[in-house]
């Protein structure tokens, strides 16, 4: 039979005199309306809470009207008050029956949900007053950092702030960064600082792709314009706030979680920079050995190779390289691959550097040459000069002292008391063209 209209016009002109005459009457008070494009369907106690009739809701109750009854979407008349904006309606229905505080709707979101996506401050503490579940993923949802008001009730609810959403894998850490929210980025950092931590048990499956916020983020924001680092000032602030908060710079599950091999990857060299300044350790390789010297020759970045080598990374560490177009892999080291790449500034700038494994037995007609060596004969005798001399005693001295140094040789140099112009030496400021060594 035809739904009774009679109704949901008193429930819409909040008349209580005749809503109890149709209820003494024995209608149905569970009855569903549709819309005309059949889009929506609703009861009329879902009708009530949208449109906040607090005294309908209450006499509907009363009555025995079912706070469990979905619409066409699974959506439950709390959602609907809460979606409205009508916490007063939403607090009476939980004072009724609190069991329904936690229901999903067909796409797996609660009453908490819609307050949250709205930024509906009153709501979500008449939610959390009756004990709605706040790890139900509500850090995670992508409008939630518009609300710095809702982020900070969530957290001081007791939200898990490492629980990923269903769409992106992502946690509320990776959202905000990614959106580039400052205040909630430093929100969040301040409501756990164990959260970065936890961080490293790290998305490996999904969009994500191992990432962590801070990967995440850097891949979506920083770019290399035409050979030029581009950071833009929010993204560099966020990443900072990151770093100071302790987040774990050396963390190598995978490629894509590791904030040094990531800046090499995007050629990022203020990145790679200000990561070893604190404390990221530049020798790090992929669980495949991929290192961020390694990285940075194969994109002939010589800005961020300098800088790595700057921090005395060291230069002969191999790892694995596919090569699409052939189809097969090589294991190499960064010299290595310059020569296999035609990358020989590169190469020139490892021996000069202190690589010291460039004797190979195709200079010496032992092995066959490599193809970029075949079509670059100066290359080729460059090399073949440097093997055929042993290197001077001073340069062996120089090196020396900078793998005693460690991994910051600019600054250690500087407290050495020996002549600037051998300070300069062994922090190889002419090769590197650092200005204040």
Not at 29 to 43: A, G, W
Not at 71 to 80: A, I, R, T, V
Not at 288 to 311: P, R, Y
């Amino acid at each position: 039979s035809a739904p009774d209209s009679r109704l949901y016009y008193v429930v819409e002109e909040n008349d209580l005199v005749k809503l109890q005459g149709l209820i003494d009457e024995g209608r149905n008070l569970d009855e569903f309306y549709f819309d005309d494009q059949n889009i929506s369907t609703k009861s009329l106690l879902h009708v009530a809470c949208e449109k906040g009739r607090y005294d309908c809701v209450k006499l509907l109750i009363d009555n025995k009207a079912s706070p469990f009854v979905r619409d066409k979407w699974g959506q439950s008349p709390l959602m609907y008050s809460v979606a409205s904006r009508h916490a007063d309606v939403a607090e009476l229905l939980l004072q009724k029956n609190c069991d329904i505080i936690d229901d999903s709707d067909s796409h797996g979101k609660s009453a908490l949900h819609s307050a949250a996506e709205i930024g509906y401050v009153e709501g979500i503490r008449v939610l959390l007053k009756y004990g709605a579940n706040v790890n139900r993923q509500m850090m995670c949802e992508r409008d939630l950092e518009n609300c710095i008001e809702t982020v900070h009730m969530l957290i001081e609810g007791g939200a898990d702030l490492n629980i990923r959403d269903r769409r992106c894998k992502r946690t509320a850490l990776q959202n905000a960064a990614i959106r580039r929210n400052i205040k909630v980025v430093e929100m969040l950092l301040e409501g756990e600082t164990s959260l970065i931590f936890c961080v490293v048990e790290m998305l490996l499956e999904g969009a994500t792709c191992g990432r962590t916020a801070l990967t995440n983020m850097m891949t979506e924001w920083v770019k290399n314009v035409q050979g030029v680092p581009f950071i833009p000032d929010d993204v560099m602030t966020i990443i900072v706030m990151m770093v100071q908060a302790g987040v774990d710079l050396n963390l190598n599950i995978c490629e894509y979680c590791n904030p040094m091999l990531t800046a090499a990857n995007l050629k990022a060299e203020p990145l790679l920079r200000l990561f070893q300044a604190n404390g990221a350790d530049a020798n790090l390789t992929s669980v495949m050995g991929v290192s961020s010297l390694l990285i940075s020759t194969s994109k002939n970045d010589i800005l961020s190779l300098k800088t790595l080598l700057e921090w005395n990374v060291h230069t002969d560490i191999p790892g694995l390289i596919y090569k699409r177009r052939e189809d097969k892999e090589y294991t190499v080291d960064p010299f290595e691959l310059a020569i296999m790449e035609g990358h020989f500034d590169i190469a020139k700038i490892l021996i000069s550097a202190g690589y010291k494994k460039y004797h190979k037995p195709y200079l010496f007609e032992q092995a066959r040459l490599p193809k970029m060596l075949q079509q670059n004969p100066e290359m080729f005798h460059w090399l073949l000069s440097k093997a055929s001399c042993p290197d001077t005693l001073f340069n062996l001295v120089i090196f020396s002292c900078r793998t005693l140094l460690g991994r910051n040789v600019k600054s250690a140099v500087k407290k050495l008391p020996i002549p600037a112009r051998i300070r300069g030496r062994i922090a190889l400021a002419e090769l590197l063209d650092i200005n204040d060594a």
